[in-house]
């Protein structure tokens, strides 16, 4: 749907231009668009490789263990089914440290690698299990402590304040896990 939505924009736009007479103002912003986001993306990927280095490390000592140690009473509740794999609770465990660390780059492919085990112990490949839904809905709401690239954006456009969004985001995630886990319990479980 995209693939058409998109170039629908972008030849409205240039008929528009060309109709207004602003044909040299769209292609100024196109240069400047792409300066500013090559910009941006020099600046996140410094923090990206930041944190992503720091959960290699934290995987390869005992960190995570002792992170999936504190996460592992309110794994067993969620996931009760997974009472048994601990491989699992670790996969699960790290991308929840990388959410909660504002790492959403970090937390993805984590998640992706904890999905794939859970598939693998899955009997009905057709259907998600209760799990995989929840972790679905845990991933989702993304609770952060550190919101990093949300802070990192913010400090690369100039912000005065660029960590003044953390109690905000503390507040909207907590309330959007919430929402998603009750709407879970309500409407998914008995799908």
Partial sequence: MLNI??????????CFAIFSGNLESLNSSIFESTNDAINLSIDLLGTICLWNGIMQVANNTKVIETMSKFLKPIIR???PELKSNSNIQKEISMNMVANILGLGNAATPLGLKA???MQKENKNKEKLTDSMMMFIVINTASIQIIPTTVIAIRNSLGSENPTGIVFPVWIAT???A??????YKNCYKNY
């Fill in 115 to 117: 999905m794939k085990s």
């Fill in 174 to 176: 907590i309330l959007a």
């Fill in 77 to 79: 509740f969620l996931f």
């Fill in 178 to 183: 919430i929402t998603r886990s009750n709407c």
């Fill in 5 to 14: 939505v998109w170039p629908i924009f972008i030849i409205i736009s240039f």
